[in-house]
């Protein structure tokens, strides 16, 4: 079965999915015919131009404005999902924010928010569905972590941190589900060519094309087709798992 048929009329959820992987991620599921409802926190500019893209070519989408540590939002962005499609087969939770500090000027406020957004906001999402999916005995259910959680990286201890938790979550909800036919997995972008790398220094890109042996960085659409693995009929036995789109990095 081609991903076309296979995703036709499947309803998808993608948090922070108005820009770079998450945009990937929307863009590619519409263009194997789902219906895809994608979040975004305070970009309205990227959220129109995302919309437009996904009206081009999507069976139906929708745009919803949630910040993904507030239950309240989340709860109302799930609502407005199933009011219109009635269930939902697979989510992506892949909103994420950085505040990279040494830990001596790492402030509270910037630890509290990364983990909100990053791990809060995977717990928040992921609880709102579990029970559809259950009901339904079938889900998908992937999160977007990072090699910071597998290495560590200076200057990101709330962010591994976050990420790091992400990891554990996903192969603590794995065994919880998969007697119930839901996979939980996650995907592990390495470096990505998106806004945030398009602002690093000349001299840090060539610091960490060093480090990839594979000599570039990432498309977001190579994650997008990680993501899409994951969540098809392909990926069936698969759970509890770290897929990690890095070219080798780690």
């Known amino acids: 079965m081609s991903l076309a048929a296979e995703f036709r009329d499947k309803r998808v959820v993608i948090t ?65 999902v199933l009011r219109q499609w009635e269930h939902i087969d697979i989510l992506v939770n892949n909103a994420g924010i950085i505040r990279d500090k040494l830990l001596v000027f790492l402030g509270e406020d910037d630890w509290d928010r990364v983990l909100d957004v990053n791990l809060k906001g995977t717990y928040l999402c992921s ?25 560590g990286r200076a200057c990101q201890t709330n962010y591994s941190a976050s990420k790091g938790g992400i990891i554990s979550f996903t192969k603590s909800l794995a065994r919880e589900l998969a007697r119930f036919g839901v996979t939980v997995n996650a995907v592990c972008p390495g470096v990505i060519t998106t806004s945030m790398t398009e602002h690093l ?44 789109v890095d070219g080798g990095l780690t």
């Open 127 to 151: 609880r709102s569905v579990v029970r559809l999916m259950i009901g339904r005995k079938f889900g998908r259910i992937i999160n977007v972590t990072s090699p910071s959680a597998l290495t």
């Open 16 to 80: 922070g999915g108005t820009r770079g992987l998450g945009k990937a991620m929307a863009l590619s599921f519409a263009r194997n015919g789902a219906r895809v409802a994608v979040t975004y926190a305070s970009d309205e500019a990227s959220a129109a131009r995302t919309e437009a893209q996904l009206q081009a070519i999507a069976e139906e989408c929708m745009l919803i404005r949630a910040d993904v540590s507030v239950r309240s939002d989340v709860d109302a962005m799930i609502g407005n």
């Open 201 to 244: 220094d000349d001299k840090t890109k060539e610091e960490f094309l060093k480090l990839i042996p594979m000599g570039r960085f990432g498309e977001p659409e190579d994650v997008a087709e990680a993501v899409l693995f994951l969540a098809s009929q392909r990926a069936r036995y698969i759970t509890g798992q770290i897929l990690v």
